[in-house]
């Protein structure tokens, strides 16, 4: 529901830019209405099937309409298109469209032209081109298959005139008072071949009838209509007026709601003023490579530097931030290094207890802080007065400690308390001139509530990227709540090229 409020406020803030895409849309739209000029469209309708020939086929209406469907496919696309469109002499600028008549073999084919003629005259000779491109894609096919039949007639045509003129040498012969050229045997032979290979000539040329018989083929098409005339057809402006409005609307809202999203982050020292009213310390930079780095290096210097001449003098601070995430182990870790490399004595507490991954240098691929050795569990749950020196860990940096989360606990929650928590501040401080804290996320721990209470300050760390006006509000007003000292903000991924700053 919150959500869904911030949105709708985005929309209203943003009013007057969806109405100007409205404006736009619209306007763009009619101007496309109003330079489409006249269209004319023409029909003609051809079937397709059993329907168009005189075939006996046995093929129901529904596979009729099932081989037209398949032909509209065919028909509407460019490469056939283009075919059909030479073959027709048909200009490029026409356009056809092959539609089915609802579930039955007709199609119609429509085309649109500049003038009524050219439709009319464009949508006959597709069709035209359509049922001839039919009729020879058949022949082509027949063709190849009757082939052997042909040559085989021929065949048989040879051998009988071979035989007859064998029979007709040897009655000639007779006749001029010769002896026969062939034996009584030999001639009745040579009759019987004779009627058989005109048999089986004759049984050739009927399955050559039958094959060639192109009205038999029932996937043929034939011209059933042509177009009677044209219909003008001109856009309309009062439609496309309605889509320019609503895609205007569309497209405005989604501008509207990516520019609300852009700004329900705290994303500038301005955003930390005016809607938590606190000042910013200072800021890291986003990005990757190595001048990214450099910057980042400066940013964490000029944040110790901070932290060193604030007055009152820290000694302990609490860094925080509302969720995860949003890169205070990273901050807290820098902050005590470079402390550490001006010269102070820096203990680094890990008291995010939930989190297994805390690091030194505050990133996942660093050196667990869970790593086996006591740490602030196991001092926190130690009774009496244990000798903090125990629980700390020294660091490949001079003056750098570290004391580990420790061991882990099924209620973090309940190993602290104001009392324990302000004598292990105490115990440390004597050791170190500044105390580091990486707490847990306040919105998600109430412990860090009470760690922010007993240290001498706490510092909020906001993603700019990530981190929610709302979410940083009440996680101002806890720490205010548990008695904490807000110094300030630490603004975390910013980017430096612009003036997000101000």
């Not at 000539?201 to 009838?209: D, M």
């Not at 329900?264 to 001048?291: A, C, F, M, Q, Y």
């Not at 903090?388 to 882990?408: C, F, H």
């Amino acid at each position: 529901m919150e959500n869904l409020q911030k949105q709708l406020e985005s929309l209203r803030r943003w009013r007057w830019l969806i109405l100007a895409f409205v404006v736009l849309a619209t306007v763009a739209a009619v101007a496309i209405a109003l330079a489409g000029g006249t269209q004319y469209k023409a029909t003609a309708t051809v079937v397709v099937g059993s329907a168009s020939t005189q075939s006996s086929s046995s093929r129901s209406p529904d596979q009729d309409a099932v081989l037209a469907r398949g032909y509209v496919e065919l028909l509407n696309s460019k490469s056939k298109q283009d075919a059909l469109k030479e073959a027709g002499n048909i200009s490029g600028d026409v356009d056809i469209e092959a539609t089915p008549v609802a579930t039955s073999p007709f199609i119609d084919i429509t085309a649109t032209a500049s003038t009524a003629e050219e439709a009319v005259s464009a949508s006959s000779a597709f069709a035209q081109a359509f049922v001839d491109n039919t009729l020879n894609t058949f022949n082509d096919i027949v063709s190849v298959r009757l082939q052997p039949l042909r040559q085989r007639l021929t065949q048989l045509s040879t051998q009988i005139a071979e035989n007859q003129q064998r029979l007709d040498d040897s009655q000639r012969s007779v006749n001029n008072g010769g002896a026969p050229l062939l034996t009584a045997g030999e001639s009745a032979k040579l009759k019987g071949e004779v009627q058989q290979l005109q048999a089986e000539a004759t049984g050739l040329s009927e399955q050559l009838r039958e094959q060639a018989a192109v009205v038999g083929n029932p996937n043929l098409a034939g011209l059933y209509s042509e177009p009677a005339g044209a219909t003008v057809v001109q856009s309309s402006v009062t439609r496309n007026a309605v889509l320019g409005i609503i895609g205007g609307l569309l497209l405005g809202g989604a501008v509207a709601l990516i520019l609300g999203s852009l700004e329900l982050r705290i994303r500038s020292s301005r955003d930390v003023r005016d809607k938590l009213d606190l000042p910013t310390i200072g800021s890291v930079s986003r990005g990757r490579g190595e001048i990214a780095e450099a910057r980042r290096t400066e940013d964490f210097k000029a944040l110790a530097t901070a932290l060193s001449v604030m007055k009152p003098a820290v000694s302990s601070v609490a860094v925080v931030s509302p969720g995860d995430g949003e890169g205070k182990s990273l901050i807290a870790s820098n902050l005590a290094r470079y402390r550490a490399a001006q010269g102070a004595r820096v203990i680094l507490i890990h008291a995010d207890i939930r989190d297994q991954r805390a690091s030194l240098n505050g990133s996942d691929n660093g050196r667990a802080a869970r790593d086996g050795s006591p740490g602030l569990s196991d001092l926190l749950a130690d009774a009496g007065r244990p000798d903090i020196q125990a629980y700390l860990s020294r660091t490949s940096q001079p003056n750098l400690y570290v004391m580990n989360a420790g061991a882990d606990a099924s209620d973090p929650y309940t190993l602290f308390s104001s009392s324990r928590i302000n004598e292990v501040m105490s115990q440390a401080g004597l050791e170190a001139d500044l105390v580091v804290v990486d707490t847990s996320s306040l919105l998600s721990a109430a412990e860090s509530q009470i760690i922010s209470a007993g240290v001498d300050a706490s510092v909020l760390v906001l993603d700019t990227t990530l981190t929610q006006p709302t979410a940083a509000m009440e996680a101002r007003d806890v720490l205010q709540r548990s008695g904490a000292n807000v110094v300030g903000v630490i603004l975390n991924r910013v980017n430096k090229g612009s003036s997000i700053l101000s």
